[in-house]
């Protein structure tokens, strides 16, 4: 949770706000409490955006789909404001620790409570479908151990069925380790691919591992579609039905009712001992200290740190370092001309300038047997994973390779599964003039500086954690790193929104360190540093 600020209101409409969980470049988030005493999630669209209309069209999109799924394995929408500003949702609270935190704390699920929390999820997803909703982030983060099972949390990127996509070119969708292959290869978004990231979950569930291992965006993503997933250790019934889920052709994947079925589950599974331990170990009985936020405007509060983002994603979770360098007013011009206080005074820098020459793009790798592109998925949204170099998530060329359509089921050996994984360099320079448009980004081997499709650019860390944000947030914005040294986020007609504030140094270049930290630097001075080496 954050400390309250002078411009927090009292009263959101008929919520009286107790304190701020956190803000992003759409909206901040408030616990609040209605009249008569019940606590909500209250997530208000920021001031500058309200009379935004592409803004304005997500969010009540976000709000039809909250609407529209009406789930015991989902937290509701219990009341909105989208007539007049300030434009507001508000959503249950679902106190309890996420399935990721309580197996990082308590180790994997034994078998039958494994298969009772597969159950679970797949009567959650059997529930979304039959509203008509695919959830597209499935993942162990976007679990929540309830105190009556667990439910499905942040839908940000959901898509309802039939529903015109709001197609943003160079995006990504899903979160690497838990998006199907054809995700990955073709932007594919449906029914088996919440089947695929259902499977996925549960291995980590079972084993405490991610199911494609640690690594870059771009690593475990080639992982995802030319190797296998890793069931060992996973006891051989469940195995073989995760490894269903898994299959590398979505129309070999079970559906939601079958993997139910297959369980035949019937143990209590909140009074299960590993499930209460969980529970208690989070204190979960306290919602106030473990409540979900809405639409992925969430941090894992008890800990205060931001949680695992999403690729693509119509979100921004507050990152630690957010606000350094200088939001532009309204109408301001280009970048030299910027306002606001001094530049970072320049130090030495702790580690020399390391790499130079070009960036190459990593997210396009070449193999064997063709090449695999992590495509641009034309949807509505940005941020989980490892962060390639230079590159941009585009259409597949020709001669690149979808994932294998038949025959194996994920948990398999495949003659693909040897080829080394390609790894991202340790240091990155960037030389200027260099421009981010949207879904463009420069990554080294623990570092990733994207320009997010919702107008943030943000600063990744290798476990997918947003370390730095701009706090940007608007539609086709971008970031151009400028021969005089600055780097700035611009808005559509060459609006500067944001900048580091260190023109007048030309011959400066912007560096992505083995240390973390992402700087600009002239000579040995750093000019500018965005402080995600924490």
Partial sequence: MQPGHETDPAQIGRYRVIRRLGQGGMGRVYLARSPGGRPAAVKVINDHLQHDEQVMSRFRREVETLATVRSAFTAALIDSELDAPPFWLATEYVPGPTLHSAIVDGGPFPPELGRAVLAAL?????????????HRDLKPHNVILSATGPQLIDFGIARTMGAAELTQVGSWLGTPGYM????????????????????ATLVFAMTGRPPFGEGSMATVSYRT???????????????????????????????????????????????????????GAHGAATPVENATVPAGVRQELAGGAAASPTVVATRFEAAPGAGAGTPVPPGFGPAPAV???????PRRNRTRLLVAGAVAAVLVMAAAAGTLVYRAAQDDSPGDRKPPVAGRASDRPAGATKAPAGGEPAGRTSPDASRPAPEAPRNVSVNAPHT??????????????????????????????????????????????????NLVVYAPGHKAVWASNTNGNEGSVLLLLENGNVVV???????????SDR
């Fill in 436 to 485: 981010l448009a949207v879904g463009e980004f420069v990554e080294s081997a623990n570092r990733k500086l994207v320009m997010q499709p919702d107008g943030n650019l943000v600063v990744y860390d290798e476990n997918a954690r947003a370390r730095w944000a701009s706090q940007t947030f608007g539609e086709n914005y971008t970031a151009v790193f400028q021969e005089d040294g």
């Fill in 180 to 199: 199907a292959p054809e995700s990955i290869t073709d932007g594919d978004t449906g029914a088996a691919s919440d089947v695929f990231a259902l499977g």
């Fill in 122 to 134: 797949a009567e959650g997803l059997a529930d979304l479908q039959g509203h008509g909703v695919w």
């Fill in 225 to 279: 579609v030319h190797e296998d997933v890793d069931l060992s250790g996973v006891d051989p019934d469940i195995a073989e039905l995760i490894a269903a889920c898994m299959h590398r052709d979505p129309e070999q994947r079970p559906t939601p009712q079958q993997i139910i079925d297959r369980c035949a589950s019937d143990i209590d599974l909140v009074q299960h001992p590993a499930y209460q331990k969980a529970l």
């Fill in 521 to 531: 630097q002239h000579g040995s001075d750093v000019l500018w540093e965005a402080g």
């Fill in 339 to 345: 306002p606001g206080g001094p530049p970072v005074p």
